[in-house]
C-alpha cells in the first residue's frame, strides 16, 4: 500500500534545490531592515523623551547595517512629517538623527514655515469665529455663551503644501539650497 504523503512532504520535495537570488536576498534584508526603521520611528514616536537611549541601541549594530537602518529611519521620519502644529515635535526628533547634521538649515527652515502658518492660522481663525457669530446672531443665536463651531482647516493652504513638500524633498535628497 502506497504512503500518503502531506502537503509539507510535497513542498519540501518540490523546492529541495531552490535557493534565493542576490537579488532576492537584498530585498528580503532590505524589507527587514524597513520594518525595523518603521518600528523604531513609532517608538520615538511615542516616547520623544528617550530618543537619545533608543538611537544609542543602533550602536550594537554592524556598521554596514547601522548606516542603512539610520538611512531608512530618516527616510519614514521625513515621510511621517504631517503639514500641521504636530511637525513640530518629529522635527525636533529629525535633528537627533546623525543625517540631521548636513540638513539643519532645511530643519530650521521647516520650523519657522510651520510656526509662522501657525501664528496665521490663529489670526484667521479669530476672523472665521466673529464671521460665524454675525451668522448666528442673524438666525436670533447670540450671547456670550454662544460659541459656534470652526469648520475643521488645513494648516496649509494650497501653496503652502507645495512649500513644505518642497522643503520635505529637500530633506529626503539632501538637496539644500
Known amino acids: 500500500m502506497a504512503e500518503i504523503r502531506s502537503t509539507i512532504d510535497l513542498i519540501m520535495e518540490r523546492t ?13 534584508r532590505r ?5 525595523r526603521a518603521r518600528g523604531l520611528r513609532l517608538r520615538l514616536l511615542d516616547n520623544p523623551t528617550g530618543a537619545e537611549e533608543i538611537l544609542s541601541a543602533l550602536q550594537s549594530e554592524s556598521e554596514e547595517d547601522r548606516a542603512l537602518l539610520q538611512t531608512l529611519l530618516w527616510e519614514e521620519m521625513v515621510q511621517a512629517v504631517p503639514a500641521d502644529e504636530s511637525a513640530l515635535p518629529q522635527l525636533e526628533l529629525l535633528g537627533k538623527l546623525p ?5 539643519a538649515s532645511t530643519l530650521a527652515q521647516m520650523r519657522s514655515f510651520i510656526k509662522s502658518r501657525l501664528k496665521d492660522r490663529s489670526r484667521d481663525r479669530r476672523t472665521i469665529l466673529a464671521r460665524e457669530q454675525k451668522k448666528l446672531a ?4 447670540s450671547g456670550t455663551a454662544v460659541v459656534p463651531k470652526i469648520p475643521k482647516q ?5 501653496d503652502s503644501l507645495r512649500v513644505w513638500e518642497k522643503l520635505k524633498a529637500e530633506l529626503r535628497d539632501g538637496n539644500t539650497e
Not at 16 to 28: I, P, Q, V, W, Y
Not at 31 to 35: D, M, N, S, V
Not at 154 to 158: N, V, Y
Request: charged share 30%; glycine share 16%; proline share 0%.
Open 99 to 103: 543625517q540631521a547634521g548636513s540638513k
Open 16 to 28: 529541495r534545490g531552490m535557493t534565493l537570488s542576490e537579488d532576492e536576498k537584498g530585498n528580503l
Open 138 to 141: 442673524a438666525f436670533g443665536i
Open 154 to 158: 488645513s494648516l496649509l493652504g494650497e
Open 31 to 35: 524589507e527587514e531592515f524597513t520594518r
